[in-house]
């Protein structure tokens, strides 16, 4: 029953984006922010849901929480390999992904991208 629970939680696109983008890897909201063009406080309202029906959990750094995909969440493969495959073929979801691989460009060659903690790295 658990997989209804998750379904229902994914029901809306921003739910859906986030997960989209979680399953990638681990981001800060300023990240998911960035990456999607949603207002951080629509992401934040998103993320405690998802973490209400435990599908994401968080983890914090600092001032910074980082939002990951719960491992009870993963376990279900056959909702995550849909994810995957509409992943490819919803155009929000394709430029969602497309943003996310430029981003984590830019943070591989260790400069930090969210502009609210820029300066944090100076």
Partial sequence: MKSLVFLKSISNNTKL????LLLENELCVCELEEITGIRQVNISKNLIS??????VGVRREKQRAFYFLTE???KNKFLVDHIVEIKMKEAMLIKDHQVFLKHEEIKDQN??????FKNEVS
């Fill in 72 to 74: 009870e969440f993963k």
């Fill in 111 to 116: 400069v930090y991208v969210c502009n609210v």
């Fill in 17 to 20: 984006r986030l997960v989209s």
């Fill in 50 to 55: 998802l973490k209400d029906a435990g599908i």
